[in-house]
């Protein structure tokens, strides 16, 4: 099977920065686009960010010119670096990779658990 384990969220505050990771294992032959989600209390989930395997990204107008999204295509891993953080960033931040499986040879979007992003002011 084909897990995504996130990890870097935490308590930080405002002008503040992380990084979150999203790594990708299992029967991989590649994946193709990544991005990141994020959800906030009683609001619906939303894209922050997506790069394609071309590297070619997308940023949420709300984010732009503070967060950076990559990939590390060897290691099957995609990063979103969060600098000048404000308290409405704070929520639950989810990785999404769309990716071709070897057992059998499948396409499959997969989620990551989430990993909690709260800002303080």
């Known amino acids: 099977q084909v897990q995504l384990v996130e990890s870097g969220g935490g308590l930080v505050q405002a002008g503040g920065s992380l990084r979150l990771s999203c790594a990708a294992s299992?029967?991989?032959?590649?994946?193709?686009?990544m991005g990141w989600y994020r959800q906030a209390p009683g609001k619906q989930r939303e894209l922050v960010s997506s790069?394609?395997?071309?590297?070619?990204?997308k940023y949420a107008d709300s984010v732009k010119g503070r967060f950076t999204i990559s990939r590390d295509n060897a290691k099957n891993t995609v990063y979103l670096q969060m600098d000048s953080l404000k308290p409405e960033d704070t929520a639950v931040y989810y990785c999404?990779?769309?990716?071709?499986?070897?057992?059998?040879?499948?396409?499959?979007?997969?989620w990551g658990q989430g990993t909690l992003v709260t800002v303080s002011s």
């Open positions: 299992g029967s991989i032959i590649i994946t193709n686009a």
């Open positions: 790069i394609i395997r071309g590297g070619n990204t």
């Open positions: 999404n990779i769309d990716l071709v499986t070897t057992s059998p040879m499948r396409r499959l979007e997969v």
